[in-house]
Nanobody, 119 residues
């Protein structure tokens, strides 16, 4: 089991930016696919972005061009840079770590960090 700790959430105005960080407890971080999910009030959890160990990134359409996922394998850390934030980005954001070739939604989860976009 991989332990994950997120940070970086908060309150931001529309059009603003935030960077989320997630530190993993295990050194095998480098071979895991790392992802960010979110759950907005009254909605199901959705995948926002993920990054394979080889660096291939996926983004949900609603965040393409605004969010960037990156990882620092030496620090066991994955980031989500969020720019041009919109009120509809308001959600609890969760970090996920899963071994390669497992299905999205499986693996280990962080405790979540709240992101609120509001004027």
């Amino acid at each position: 089991q991989v332990q994950l700790v997120e940070s970086g959430g908060g309150l931001v105005q529309p059009g603003g930016s935030l960077r989320l960080s997630c530190v993993a407890s295990r050194g095998i971080f480098s071979i895991y696919t790392m992802g960010w999910y979110r759950r907005a009030p009254g909605k199901q959890r959705e995948l926002v972005a993920d990054s394979t160990s080889g660096g291939t990134a996926f983004y949900v359409d609603s965040v393409k061009g605004r969010f960037t996922i990156s990882r620092d394998n030496a620090k066991n850390t994955v980031y989500l840079q969020m720019n041009s934030l919109k009120p509809e980005d308001t959600a609890v954001y969760y970090c996920n770590a899963r071994p390669a070739f497992t299905t999205r939604g499986m693996g280990s989860w962080g405790q979540g960090t709240q992101v609120t976009v509001s004027s």
